[in-house]
C-alpha cells in the first residue's frame, strides 16, 4: 500500500469513530429528554417526582436507625404516606440520601441525571456509611413499596471530587474511574 491508501484509510477510521460517538451521544440525549418529559415513567414509586426543593436540617441529634425522610420533613422509622412522599433516607445525623435510585446512568448522562434529580454525589466517607446501612436502607424501601437497593454499585465521588464507580469486592469497597467508558453503566444514588 501507497501513503494516500493508508492515509484515506486512517482518515475513513477517524470518521466512522466520529459518527459513532456522535451518534450515541444523540441516542443518550434523546432518553435523558424523553425521562424528563416523563414519557419513559421513571416517577413511580412511593418516592414519587425525584426533584424536591426544600432544606434539610444540617444535622439531627437524635438519629439511632436509618429512617425515612418524608417531604414535610418529618422522620421516621415507619412508613407514613399521610406524610406525603418519600425524598430521602437518614441515615447518619447529618446524612441523607436520596429517594431515587436512577439505574442505568453511564458517565455521559450522568451530570443530566444529577441536575434533573438534584443532589450530589456521594463522598468516600459517605459511601462507608451507606455500606454499613445498605441491608437497613433496602428494607425500608421495600416496606413502602420499592425496590431494594441490589448489589452494591454505583456512582460517587473520589476524594478529588470526580465521579468514580464504588465497588464492593470480597470485603472491599473498589473506586474506579469508569468516566471515559460509555458503554459501563451503574445506579445513581446521591445524597440530599
Known sequence: MDEKTIIFILLGICAFLFCFVLVVAILQGNQTKR?????????????????????????????VCPRYVYENLVESTDYLPENGRIIGYRISPDLVIHSRVQYGVNSPTLKSYIRRLGGKLLTP???????????????LRVKAGDETLGKFQF???SKEGFPVCARLRGGYIFFEDMVGFA??????????
Do not use: H, M
Open 35 to 63: 425521562e424528563l418529559s416523563g414519557q419513559a415513567g421513571v416517577y413511580k414509586g412511593p418516592a414519587g417526582e425525584p426533584k424536591w426543593n426544600g432544606q434539610l436540617p444540617a444535622k439531627v441529634d437524635d438519629f
Open 183 to 192: 458503554k459501563f453503566s451503574a445506579p445513581l444514588i446521591l445524597k440530599r
Open 155 to 157: 456512582w460517587c465521588s
Open 125 to 139: 466517607d459517605e459511601v462507608l456509611t451507606l455500606l454499613g446501612k445498605w441491608s437497613a436502607v433496602s428494607a
